[in-house]
């Protein structure tokens, strides 16, 4: 039984333990109590994170893109750069830099018969480059697709059987040896095989097709009015305009190539022809230069010697601007 001295004793503090008086002095004041629960929950916290052993989480980077999970691969792993070099245009063109005086189109014959020749062309030429894809090529649709969505002009080369002796033309090949029905049959073949994703037709220089004017004439107007662009680099003298329905400007629907340059003929020889194609292409203003049978090499070359155009006042362009029309 208590009496008043322990009861006076126990509201003093007097007789409590150390903890107890504590408690009741916090329970006491509520400034004291805020601030000693906030320090316990900041401990408990600190000491929470520091045994998971973790960093800090960071929110991914928006500017890095996963270039793997964006180049694009078919069945000759040819990949799209996304560090293709841009167009070499006037409006790309630094301050101060020539102006312009003449626009040139680069042809590189084809493309997909050798899978290191087809890497070196989608990651080191410019965008602008213009494609001729072979239809010899192990996937036509997936190289032409490949090529497109990298920014280049695509055209879809015609298999022909070769002015040179000793050369294979493939067994899709057109001749003028061959009738009419047959050159159309092996045409046909041609264009299902590729599929769709070209602008027009590339005629490689020692194609003999165009030996027959009349009966190659006839085909080239049939192509044209189905809507597929004709780029000769025979020496046909084939020429025609179209008229684009909404409007009475004419387009040419039938380029020829201005210069023939040999890409597998060594690097002095190629040197000496990229030098000489100068002075046509400032001549014509609007010139085509064909790049013939390249080799990882010659593209290299190439594209070096692409990068002086542009203070020669010569800006590249795809082959399809001479046309009028859009690739």
């Not at 960093?55 to 792993?77: F, N, Y």
């Not at 061959?178 to 037709?201: C, P, R």
């Not at 890409?263 to 000496?272: E, I, N, R, S």
């Not at 010659?298 to 001479?322: C, D, H, M, Y």
Request: hydrophobic share 45%; glycine share 6%.
């Amino acid at each position: 039984m208590m009496n008043e001295d322990d009861i006076d004793a126990g509201e003093d503090g007097e007789g409590q333990s150390l903890p107890s008086r504590i408690y009741t002095r916090l329970m006491g004041s509520p400034l004291l109590t805020g601030l000693t629960f906030g320090v316990v929950i900041l401990i408990a916290l600190m000491m929470v994170f520091a045994g998971t052993g973790h960093a800090p989480v960071t929110q991914p980077d928006p500017t890095v893109v996963d270039i793997s999970a964006e180049a694009l691969e078919q069945a000759s792993d040819v990949k799209a750069d996304p560090e293709k070099p841009q167009i070499l245009s006037e409006d790309s063109a630094p301050s101060g830099a020539v102006p312009v005086v003449a626009e040139v189109a680069l042809v590189v014959t084809d493309v997909g018969l050798s899978r290191r020749v087809s890497e070196a062309v989608i990651k080191q030429l410019p965008r602008a480059t213009t494609i001729a894809v072979s239809p010899y090529a192990t996937n036509p649709p997936a190289t032409l697709a490949a090529y497109k969505s990298a920014g280049n002009d695509v055209w879809l080369q015609l298999a022909t059987r070769s002015t040179k002796v000793g050369l294979d033309p493939g067994p899709l090949a057109m001749s003028t040896a061959l009738a009419n029905n047959e050159n159309q049959n092996y045409l046909q073949q041609q264009l299902a095989q590729a599929g769709s994703g070209f602008v027009g037709l590339f005629v490689p220089s020692d194609a003999d097709i165009t030996m027959g004017a009349d009966a190659w004439k006839t085909m080239a107007l049939d192509l044209i009015g189905k809507n597929l662009m004709i780029m000769d680099a025979t020496t046909a003298k084939v020429a025609t305009e179209l008229y684009v329905p909404q409007d009475t400007r004419p387009i040419s629907a039938y380029l020829k190539a201005d210069a023939i340059v040999p890409g597998d003929l060594g690097a002095t020889v190629l040197k000496q022809a990229l030098a000489d194609t100068i002075p046509t292409i400032l001549r014509e203003r609007e010139a085509i230069i064909v790049l013939n049978h390249p080799t990882v090499l010659a593209i290299a070359q190439t594209t070096e010697w692409l990068k002086t155009l542009r203070n020669q006042g010569i800006a590249l362009v795809p082959a399809s601007k001479f046309t009028g029309l859009k690739p």
